[in-house]
């Protein structure tokens, strides 16, 4: 009998230790599998931003107010075991700036001789006047992540480069004729640059940054208009 007890003492004994042992192992390998969380790599960024000619003649006057807005899908490539990664992508930038008592003569069909956008004061008075250009741009940038398991959260900045070729350009007049509100839109793609290149720089938290782009090239090709570099500052939504 006395056998018998101690033999089950002893079942009970290794028992025990053997639950504790794969207790503790279940442990451990919960705390080195813990749950990981799907990295977001700023695939969709979305700006919006004030935008501006910040290097013009001082005979071209521009509105304080301009926008811009920019939409781009971007694949990223982290750079392993560090924070930073590498992203290309492709994109739109849509931009716009109103002209102050100024119109711009713009097309050949105002004289066969003009072979320059030229800069006149408004003598028509119109209520607004814009110059918008689109161009199709390929955004890269160096990026650094403060959180590496969830981008979504935590510092991050970023620099880079745009490329952009011209998908479209116009001015855009606004006046009252005989108290009816009259358009005026003249496409302005023949002395419009065809291609932009435009440093970046983003810096922020989480999903929303704050970004800027200097453009690199002027707005006109050369001897086609007067040297003018915009700028543009704003927010930017990225994630995905």
Same mark, same amino acid.
């Given at each position: 009998m006395r056998i018998f007890l101690a033999f089950m003492a002893a079942m009970l004994l290794s028992?025990?230790?053997?639950?504790? %042992?794969?207790?503790?192992?279940?442990?451990?390998?919960?705390?080195?599998?813990?749950?990981?969380?799907?990295?977001?790599?700023?695939?969709?960024?979305?700006?919006?931003a004030y935008n501006n000619w910040v290097q013009k003649p001082d005979s071209v006057n521009t509105k304080t107010f301009g926008y811009a807005f920019n939409t781009h899908l971007c694949y990223d490539f982290p750079i392993n075991k560090t924070k930073l990664?590498?992203?290309?992508?492709?994109?739109i930038n849509l931009s716009v700036v109103y002209l102050n %008592?100024?119109?711009?003569?713009?097309?050949?069909?105002?004289?066969?001789?003009?072979?320059q956008a030229t800069f006149v004061a408004d003598t028509n008075h119109f209520k607004k006047y814009k110059f918008?250009?689109?161009?199709?741009?390929?955004?890269?940038e160096l990026r650094y992540y403060g959180n590496i398991v969830n981008r979504n959260k935590g510092f991050k900045a970023a620099i880079g480069l745009e490329i952009g070729t011209l998908l479209g350009a116009?001015?855009?007049? +606004?006046?009252? +004729?005989? $108290?009816?509100?009259?358009k005026f839109k003249t496409d302005t793609k023949?002395?419009?640059?065809?291609?932009?290149?435009?440093?970046?720089?983003?810096?922020?938290?989480?999903?929303?940054?704050?970004? $800027?782009?200097?453009?690199?090239?002027?707005?006109?090709?050369?001897?086609? $208009?007067?040297?003018?570099t915009p700028m543009s500052l704003g927010i930017c939504l990225s994630g995905l």
């Amino acid at each position: 009998m006395r056998i018998f007890l101690a033999f089950m003492a002893a079942m009970l004994l290794s028992s025990s230790v053997n639950f504790a %042992q794969d207790t503790n192992d279940k442990t451990n390998t919960e705390i080195k599998a813990s749950p990981v969380v799907k990295m977001a790599r700023d695939f969709l960024m979305v700006q919006v931003a004030y935008n501006n000619w910040v290097q013009k003649p001082d005979s071209v006057n521009t509105k304080t107010f301009g926008y811009a807005f920019n939409t781009h899908l971007c694949y990223d490539f982290p750079i392993n075991k560090t924070k930073l990664s590498f992203a290309a992508g492709l994109g739109i930038n849509l931009s716009v700036v109103y002209l102050n %008592q100024m119109a711009l003569i713009d097309t050949h069909t105002v004289s066969p001789l003009n072979t320059q956008a030229t800069f006149v004061a408004d003598t028509n008075h119109f209520k607004k006047y814009k110059f918008a250009t689109a161009y199709l741009t390929a955004p890269f940038e160096l990026r650094y992540y403060g959180n590496i398991v969830n981008r979504n959260k935590g510092f991050k900045a970023a620099i880079g480069l745009e490329i952009g070729t011209l998908l479209g350009a116009h001015t855009k007049a +606004v006046t009252t +004729v005989d $108290g009816t509100t009259v358009k005026f839109k003249t496409d302005t793609k023949r002395y419009v640059s065809p291609w932009n290149f435009a440093a970046t720089a983003r810096i922020g938290w989480g999903n929303f940054t704050l970004f $800027g782009s200097y453009n690199l090239t002027n707005v006109f090709k050369d001897n086609a $208009g007067p040297p003018i570099t915009p700028m543009s500052l704003g927010i930017c939504l990225s994630g995905l």
